[in-house]
Nanobody, 123 residues
């Protein structure tokens, strides 16, 4: 199994940028397709972005397409989410997750989750 720890969250003004990081430990990181999800207060956890094992394939939620970029560095056991042109509606706790087999936008396909990092975007 793999343990995941997110970092990089914080308070940022609308229009600003943040880079979230997720550090993996335990199992072989490159085995796992990785994803980012987010959960705003009172809302369901929603898909943000996903990346394949080797980093070649990515998929984004429509709400973040063109503003967010997911990447990974398998040599460092890290996955990143670079967020730009942030909006107040991006405010949420952001989670990284490891999937069993395929990149996916579906929460249930992810087996391992981090504890989350808070991102707050002020208007």
């Amino acid at each position: 199994q793999v343990q995941l720890v997110e970092s990089g969250g914080g308070l940022v003004q609308a229009g600003g940028s943040l880079r979230l990081s997720c550090t993996a430990s335990g199992d072989t990181f490159s085995r796992y397709p990785m994803g980012w999800f987010r959960q705003a207060p009172g809302k369901e956890r929603e898909f943000v972005a996903t990346i394949s094992r080797g980093g070649r394939d990515t998929t984004y939620a429509d709400s973040v397409k063109g503003r967010f970029t997911i990447s990974r560095d398998n040599s460092k056991n890290m996955v990143y989410l670079h967020m730009s042109s942030l909006k107040p509606e991006d405010t949420a706790v952001y989670y990284c997750a490891a999937a069993d087999e395929f990149i996916s936008a579906y929460r249930d396909t992810y087996k391992y989750w981090g504890q989350g990092t808070q991102v707050t975007v002020s208007s």
